[in-house]
């Protein structure tokens, strides 16, 4: 059988395949998963290079299916090469007969690829559209800088060729010269609802892809031959990024799918026994007249990157600085939490090649800029300008490679990102997140600058774990320049999605070298026994300010730095029992963050306790300095020890 009869062959394999999986799960997308299914023999049986049995092997090329509900052909294919699937020492490989327990509560063969439910053959969880590209770079990039011969291929639908994040990988892929990545795009023609644009038509997206700076393949997506020229052009190595757009069929080789209206749907009945007859006259049509021997092959990885681990010991900040000379400057007593981020990510530059940053356009703000003065560590800084959503899944992408990323941004620009984020963190990408000009402490520039509702929206991934045990994110806010240099590094040790949130104004310091900041833990700053407060971020200092009112009141409270989320709960009802079972918790932004953790904590006791919450309640404006802005929200050191004073029945006078 010749390359051409096998590929058919294969083809319509996978089709028959996505078909029967899709009628015994009741629900799925066999029409995509036809149309892409040449496509998907010629990778996974020929031009790939990988190992069925070791799909995580760190050499081989990967693929990236944005298009994540066509994945019933990949299966398919998977099952034909009894690929490895599974996890925690439960690995199998992959038969036909597996493939009918699609969407199964106990199937590796999620709705959607998921690496971290079973599938390593995938780098990232995928199905919320427009995001595998950017993935796809990721990955491709950190094989460029590690001189690895990988090569990557991320397939899309036109449909989600719409959603800007494609756009912005396009402008990042060119940007960054990744010659090793290949967007496939699988034009079909049909969306979910109806046909698509004309502005996703072939003929445009040919011309749009021309225009930012691609070679642009324009093929049958059909014609065996014809895709494995245009893959093996690709793997001669091109001098600029190439892409291809595939023309392909909607439920391809079986007439009665094809067209509007098939979307989502499944065969059934009389149908599905009519979409099997189809299909086998599809065979007979193209693979009975065809004969020779089978020329399939899969070649092996063409090489492995080198191990990396961290360091065992890294600097204390006072180390830090003095190593470049700027111990005086901590010694000033003053030092904005921002700033000892990018120390510690310089720091992490020099130390562990495991590391990498990427901004978007907004390194001199959030200091990522610190990480570029070290001159070994620029190959492994990725600027990726104002495209925030890129950004994150470009890190996921980093992430799959092994590598440990932090992506910075303004806290308010990353809202933008939400759904990057989220799949990130189904994907258990390892990436670290830091948003820097948090909450209302920014003051002149406005609410359009300040980020109000992302700790709630952060803190509901702490309330869920991972299989380990662990939170699906830690959400971490450091008051402090020592907190926020021992924070930052506690996240490049840790294995899974991190926040960190900091802040513009610099800070008085509240600790030293000797603190130990940890996750999970949160630090007692004054200890009393009246009232418990409770905050985090910039407001312990106007905290602190208030305790100093509180004390001329005579009333003896205590204040706790809880800048981990979770936290240790019954530490810290431990310590509200002791202060009478009053807590005030204080933040600078939305409520349902903080206080909803800690009121979470008491509810859960079973303990009486008297918790009162101060947050923003309003949309704030421009104010000329924090202070204003604070006095604007109720939230300034006078309104802080009144509310407290209220709780415990003394009226306190500023």
Known sequence: MTIEAAIHDKAIQFCGDAVEMCAAAGSGHPTTAMSISHITAVLTHHAMRWVPSEPWHPGSDRLVLSEGHAVPAVYAALADLGAVVGKDGSEFKLTRDHLLTLRDTDSVLDGHPNPAEGMPFFDAATGSLGQGLSVAAGVALAALKDELDRKVYCILGDGEAREGQVTEALDFIIDHNITNVLPIFNCNGYGQADATSSQQSPERMVAKLQAIGFTVLDIDGHDPMTIVEAIDS???????????????????????????????KVATGTQLEQVREELGLTSMKLTSTISGDAALRIEPPASTPEELFGPEKMPTLSEAMNSIDKGLVLKSGKFATRKAFGMALRMLARNDKRVWALDADTRNSTFTQDFLAESEATDRFAECKIAEQNMISVAAGLAAAEKVPFCASFSKFLTRAYDQIEMAIISRANIKIVGSHSGISLAADGPSQMSLPDMAWFRSFTTAKTEDGEPLCWLLQPSDAYAAYGLTMAM??????????????????????????????????????????????????ECNRAIDLLDKAGIDATLVDLYSIPFDEDALLDLANANGGNILVVEDNFGAAIGSAVADACTASGDPFTIEQMHVRKIPKSSRSEDDVLAQCGLDAASIAKKAGSMVGVAVRS
């Open 234 to 264: 690709f793997k001669a190595g091109p001098e600029q990024p190439m892409a291809i757009v595939a023309r392909t069929i909607k439920g391809w080789g079986s007439p009665c799918l094809q067209g509007h209206g098939w979307h989502g």
């Open 492 to 541: 490049a040790e840790h294995n899974g999605p991190c926040l960190l949130r900091t802040h513009r104004p610099d800070v008085e310091h509240l600790y030293d070298d000797n603190t130990v900041f940890n996750l999970g833990l949160f630090e007692v700053l004054t200890e009393g026994r009246d009232l418990l407060i409770v905050s985090a971020g910039y407001m312990v200092h």
